[in-house]
């Protein structure tokens, strides 16, 4: 009976013992992978950025699957972007990565941070708080989620288009 009960003692302790998987941290090679997608989009430097992601990834940056882009797509649409902003950064001290992996063992990295931005067009800066979650498979980008409110920069450009539409003296009401 004693050696039953120091062997199950003994089960007890091995598998109390064993390593278990973490499920959240916020130092993984994942999250080191996405500071560096985040310093190429700062830096604009789009063939490292790409380098990143599995050729199959899709990115939602506000928007749904239906409307997904592929990485070559976003790049296309980055560098339109890079040439409407005198800058851009994330402000070094709003950023926070933390990693996660599901219940259905996915890896994602979640991004938090505050964009920082000065648009070319009327030298104004804007200051956007942005999500973004990137699930990793075999240390790829597979998938992308972005969220972050560009309402305020597309009121303004409508504002300046809707500006330089309109003669001046004259007013640029239409006519029934």
Not at 8 to 27: D, H, M, N, P, S
Not at 34 to 42: L, T
Not at 64 to 70: G, R, S
């Amino acid at each position: 009976m004693k050696k039953l009960l120091f062997l199950g003692l003994t089960i007890v302790l091995f598998t109390a013992c064993e390593k278990q998987q973490t499920r959240y941290t916020q130092q993984s090679p994942e999250i080191d992978t996405y500071k560096k997608v985040i310093a190429d989009y700062e830096n604009r430097d789009w063939e490292s950025l790409a380098s990143h992601y599995a050729d199959t990834a899709k990115i939602l940056n506000n928007v749904t699957m239906k409307d997904a882009k592929t990485i070559e797509q976003e790049i296309t649409m980055g560098k339109e972007d890079a040439g409407l902003f005198a800058s851009w950064k994330y402000q070094p001290e709003s950023v926070e990565y933390e990693m996660v992996i599901t219940d259905k063992g996915q890896t994602w990295v979640n991004f938090w941070g505050i964009w920082e931005a000065t648009l070319l067009a009327n030298n104004k800066t804007y200051v956007i708080p942005a999500h973004i979650t990137a699930q990793f498979v075999d240390g790829k980008i597979v998938r992308e989620d972005g969220y972050w409110d560009l309402s305020e920069i597309m009121t303004d450009m409508q504002e300046m288009q809707y500006s330089e539409q309109s003669v001046p003296g004259e007013t640029a009401v239409p006519e029934e």
